[in-house]
RNA sequence: GGCGGUGUAGCUCAGGGGUUAGAGCAGUGGCUUCAUAAGCCACGUGUCGGGGGUUCAAAUCCCUCCACCGCUACCA
C-alpha cells in the first residue's frame, strides 16, 4: 500500500473557474481521492491559488485594488466553487499567502543554482516605460515582421499564422496602455532543461507509462528542447534570493517556477498545522509515495517537463510524478467556454437551480479522458432523468417504499434456506457487474460512471425477475427475503455512489436506515457469494424520499436560452 | 509551418488484425405494475470519413487525401 500525493493544477487567481476546469483538474482528483480513501489508503489532496504572474498585477491594476486583495479575491471565489462542488482538498491555500512558499522557492532556486543547472543571459527586451515593465510576447501587438499585418500579436501572427520575433517588429505598441515600447537590456536565469534531460529526466519519462496524449505531446517536446527562462523583471512574486543576484534588482521568480512549487509548500503548510512541520518529508522525500498531478492538457508541459526537471535537478531523496492524467478540454454547448465572452455556466447560480451532486456524475461522465468534449445541457438531464433517476434512484424508491407499505418499512429476513438461491439470483444471474471505484482507481472515470449505472440495472432485472409484488400473496416471507436482498444491493449502490455524489451517498445510506458513512472504508471490494451481506432483519429502514428530481425540458430550454442571452451582452 | 488528435448506428461514444462490429440515449413492439408515466424483454439500421497498400484475414497496421479540432512551451 502507497501514499497517495494528490495535487490537481492551481487555478489562477484572476478570475473564476468553470465546468472545464472542474471536469479537467478537480473533479478527477476528487473522485480518485475519494476511492483512494475509500480503500483505506492513505491520501494527502494538495491544492491552492496560484498568485503570481503579470496577468495577475495587469487585472489587478485595472480593478485598481492591491495585488494581495484582487488575488484573495479571486482565491475565495475560486474556493466557493470548489465547496459547490464538494471538491474537498486536505489543504488550500494561496501562493502568495502560504508561509512556506518564498523560501521553498528560493531553495529550488538556490540547490538548482549550486548545482549548475541555472544559466544566467542578457537579452534585450521590449519595455514599456509608460507601465513600467518589461512586455511578455502576448501583451505586444504590432506589425508582421513576415507579412504586414498590422494586428499581429507579440508572439503570432493571426493572419499568417508565423511564429514572431517582438524585437524584429517594426512597429510595436504595449497592449495595455498603446504606448510604444523601448528596447532594454534585462539579464534572466534559464533553467538548463537540455542538460537536465541528458542527466536522466529523458530516461525517467521514455521509461514511463502515460497517457497517450501525454506521451505525444511530451516526446516531441524532448527532442527540442531549450533552456527556459525563469526569472522576470517585475515587483510581484517571489524575489530571487539577494545573495545570488549577482547585484541584481527587481527578479522575481517566473511564476511557473514559483507556482507547482506551490504543492510542496502547501504540504508543508499542512503538516505544520498538524503539529509535525517534518510530516511533508514523508510525501515528497520518500520513495513509498506515488505523487500524482491532475491538470489540463494546457499544462502538460509544465508537469510532465519543467516541473519534474526541477524536481530532479533537487537530486535524491525528491520524488518525481508517478502519473499526470492530463485531460483534454471542456467546451460548453458547441463552443469554447469564455468568461469574457459570457459563454459560460455561472456556478452559483447554476448550483441554485440545478443539483450539484447530479453535476458531479454528469461531468464524470461526459469527462474529457482521451478528446475533447462538451457540456450540453439536453445531455446532462439526460444523466439525470434517464440515468439517475430512472435507473438508480428508482430502483432505491421501488424497495424502500415496497417495504414501507408491507413490511412496516423493515428489513425483512432472508431466510437460511433462500440465501444461496438469492445471492445466485442478483450476483450471477441478472447481469454482468463492475466496480466502479476500480475504474477510479485506475483514473477511468467515464468507464465508472458507465459502471455504476450498469449496477443499477442489475437490480431493477432482479427484482423484476423474481417480482415480489406477486409473492406478496402467495408467499411472503420469500417476497420479504427477494426484498432484502435488494436492500443489501442497494448498500453496495450507496458505497459506489459515494465518490461520485457523497450527499446522495449518505442519504441513500440513511434512507437504508444505516448509521455511519456510505464512504467508510470498505470491508471487502465487490459482492459475493456468501459474503456480501450486511443489513440485519428487523433493523428499522429510513424514510423513503426520491433521490433525483427529474429535470423539466423547460428548465434545460430556459438554461440554453439564458446562455444565448449572456453572450449576446 | 511543426506536432498531435478526432472522424464507428439518428445522438453520445466504446472497441481495435480473425467467428454474424458493440453500449447508452432516442425510436418501435410486447410484458409488468413494487416504483420518480419508473422497470424488464425483444427489434432495426451502420460503405467503422474517401482512396490505395500490407495480409490467408483490417474498422483494427502502413501511405495518401478530405473534414473538424487542439497544442505550438519567454500569457496561468
Not at 491 to 519: I, N, T, Y
Request: with cysteine; charged share 25%.
Amino acid at each position: 500500500m502507497a501514499r497517495h500525493l494528490v495535487t490537481s493544477a492551481l487555478p489562477y487567481a484572476n478570475g473564476p473557474i468553470h465546468f472545464g476546469h472542474v471536469t479537467g483538474a478537480y473533479l478527477p482528483a476528487d473522485l480518485h481521492v475519494r476511492a483512494l480513501r475509500q480503500r483505506g489508503e492513505e491520501v494527502l489532496y494538495v491544492c491552492g491559488a496560484d498568485e503570481h504572474g503579470v496577468a495577475i498585477t495587469i487585472g489587478a491594476e485595472k480593478d485598481k485594488v492591491p495585488y494581495p486583495e484582487y488575488v484573495a479575491r479571486w482565491r475565495d471565489e475560486i474556493k466557493q466553487t470548489f465547496d459547490a462542488f464538494d471538491i474537498r482538498f486536505d489543504v488550500w491555500s494561496g501562493t502568495s499567502i502560504c508561509p512556506e512558499h518564498a523560501a521553498t522557492s528560493q531553495e529550488f532556486f538556490r540547490v538548482l543554482d549550486g548545482k549548475g543547472y541555472l544559466q544566467v543571459k542578457q537579452t534585450e527586451q521590449l519595455y514599456c516605460e509608460h507601465d513600467r515593465m518589461f512586455l511578455a510576447d502576448r501583451y505586444i501587438v504590432g506589425t508582421c515582421h513576415e507579412c504586414g499585418h498590422e494586428e499581429a500579436r507579440g508572439d503570432e501572427c493571426p493572419k499568417c499564422g508565423q511564429w514572431l520575433d517582438p524585437l524584429r517588429m517594426p512597429k510595436t505598441a504595449c497592449k495595455v496602455c498603446g504606448n510604444a515600447p523601448v528596447r532594454r537590456s534585462t539579464t534572466h536565469w534559464y533553467l538548463d532543461l537540455p542538460k537536465l534531460r541528458d542527466e536522466g529526466l529523458g530516461r525517467w519519462f521514455a521509461d514511463h507509462a502515460w497517457k497517450p496524449n501525454v506521451r505525444a505531446f511530451v516526446g516531441n517536446m524532448l527532442e527540442d528542447l531549450q533552456p527556459r527562462p525563469i526569472t522576470r523583471d517585475m515587483g510581484w512574486g517571489v524575489p530571487v534570493p539577494v545573495d545570488l543576484a549577482r547585484g541584481e534588482s527587481g527578479k522575481v521568480l517566473y511564476v511557473w517556477f514559483d507556482a507547482p512549487i506551490g504543492y510542496i509548500s502547501f504540504t508543508k503548510e499542512w503538516a505544520r498545522s498538524q503539529g509535525r512541520p517534518d510530516e511533508w518529508r514523508r510525501w515528497w522525500q520518500d520513495a513509498g509515495t506515488r505523487l500524482v498531478h491532475f491538470i489540463g492538457k494546457d499544462n502538460i508541459p509544465f508537469h510532465c517537463v519543467v516541473f519534474p526537471a526541477m524536481l530532479f535537478g533537487m537530486g535524491e531523496p525528491w520524488i518525481l510524478p508517478t502519473d499526470v492524467p492530463a485531460n483534454e478540454f471542456y467546451n460548453l454547448q458547441g463552443g469554447k467556454f469564455s468568461t469574457s465572452k459570457g459563454w459560460t455556466v455561472p456556478v452559483a447560480e447554476f448550483m441554485g437551480k440545478f443539483d450539484a451532486q447530479a453535476t458531479r456524475f454528469h461531468l464524470a461522465a461526459s469527462m474529457p479522458e482521451n478528446s475533447d468534449s462538451e457540456w450540453r445541457f439536453e445531455d446532462f438531464q439526460t444523466t439525470n432523468n434517464s440515468l439517475l433517476a430512472d435507473v438508480v434512484g428508482n430502483l432505491a424508491q421501488r424497495v424502500l417504499r415496497f417495504l414501507e407499505k408491507n413490511f412496516d418499512g423493515r428489513v425483512p429476513e432472508v431466510p437460511a434456506h433462500l440465501v444461496e438461491e438469492l445471492d445466485r439470483a442478483i450476483l450471477e444471474e441478472c447481469g454482468a457487474f463492475g466496480d466502479p471505484i476500480e475504474e477510479l482507481l485506475q483514473t477511468r472515470f467515464r468507464r465508472a460512471a458507465e459502471v455504476f449505472i450498469q449496477n443499477g440495472r442489475v437490480a431493477n432485472v432482479y427484482i423484476d425477475r423474481l417480482a415480489p409484488w406477486a409473492l406478496k400473496k402467495t408467499d411472503p416471507v420469500r417476497c420479504g427475503a427477494v426484498l432484502a436482498t435488494a436492500c443489501e444491493w442497494l448498500v453496495w449502490m450507496a458505497r459506489w455512489m459515494a465518490p461520485f455524489m457523497p450527499k446522495k451517498a449518505q442519504a441513500l445510506w440513511e434512507q437504508l436506515g444505516l448509521a455511519g458513512r456510505a464512504d467508510e472504508v470498505m470491508a471487502q471490494a465487490m459482492p459475493s457469494m456468501g459474503a456480501w451481506r450486511t443489513l440485519t432483519a428487523g433493523a428499522k429502514l429510513g424514510t423513503p424520499i426520491g433521490l433525483f428530481p427529474k429535470i423539466e425540458d423547460a428548465a434545460i430550454a430556459a438554461e440554453i436560452e439564458a446562455l444565448k442571452a449572456r453572450a449576446r451582452t
